[in-house]
């Protein structure tokens, strides 16, 4: 499929989840980053926890290698606070395509999986943001966002190299998936 009209038609929802994280401002405030890392923690722990147990089979290695959420438990511990709702349940009903036996199935897991994927690349520029405004060490405080770290291009592009192969005519369920996956993490984070 082509990845290009994926990222043209997600931009929006893109801005908009942006625009509910007040990471980039110049004045942020650890409280401020505090909460959101409470936040992220539910909604990333609860995908990876629905990923790991739904991924289609020829996905499951690539599900394991790539999960974060622990990071962000880290990140709160060194930041001495107490970390998010542990008991929050990926809500899959509200992404398009990810009832079980759907046809499109993984076409849709790989729409949800772009959105998390793809916050690896912004998380580079938002980790020397708080190293430089709250001062933290590289990675010790922001291992979330730091992330997959040097590795991050390549990662992505293997991503990539996957998605690109999904058929044109899944395309759509590509699209409606990451779209609703954008707008889950937007509600996560205004809960
Ligand atoms: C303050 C918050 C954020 C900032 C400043 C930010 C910034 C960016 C930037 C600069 C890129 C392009 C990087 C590059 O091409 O090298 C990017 C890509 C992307 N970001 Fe974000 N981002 C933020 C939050 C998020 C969140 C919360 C998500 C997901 C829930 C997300 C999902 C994506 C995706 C999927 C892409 C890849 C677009 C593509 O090339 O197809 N971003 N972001």
């Known amino acids: 499929m082509n990845l290009e009209r994926l990222r043209a038609e997600t ?12 990471l ?8 401020q980053y ?3 890392l409470r936040k992220l923690y539910p909604v990333v722990r609860s995908w990876e926890q629905f990923a790991l147990a739904n991924a289609p089979a020829d996905l499951t290695e690539t599900i394991q290698g790539r999960q974060r959420a622990g990071l ?6 060194v930041l001495n606070a107490t970390a998010g709702d542990d008991a ?31 916050s690896t690349l912004g998380g580079q520029y938002i980790a020397r943001h708080l190293e430089e405004v709250l001062g933290l060490a590289q990675g010790k405080g922001d291992a979330y966002f730091r992330g997959y770290g040097e590795h991050t ?14 058929p044109e005519e899944q395309a ?20």
Do not use: N
């Not at 980039?24 to 409280?31: F, G, K, V």
């Not at 291009?153 to 999904?166: C, D, H, P, S």
């Open 24 to 31: 980039m401002q110049a004045e942020l405030s650890q409280e």
């Open 153 to 166: 291009g390549e990662m992505w592009r293997a991503f990539k190299g996957v998605l690109g192969e999904v």
């Open 34 to 36: 505090v909460d959101v």
């Open 88 to 118: 929050r349940v990926f809500p899959a009903e509200s992404v398009p395509g990810l009832e079980s036996g759907a046809p499109t199935y993984r076409a849709s897991f790989l729409g949800a999986m772009y959105v998390m994927e793809g």
């Open 172 to 191: 759509d369920s590509v699209i409606a998936a990451a779209k609703a996956m954008f707008e889950v993490f937007r509600e996560g984070m205004t809960a």
């Open 11 to 22: 931009r929006a929802e893109h801005e908009s989840t942006e625009s509910v994280m007040p």
């Open 72 to 77: 962000i438990a880290q990140d709160l511990k």
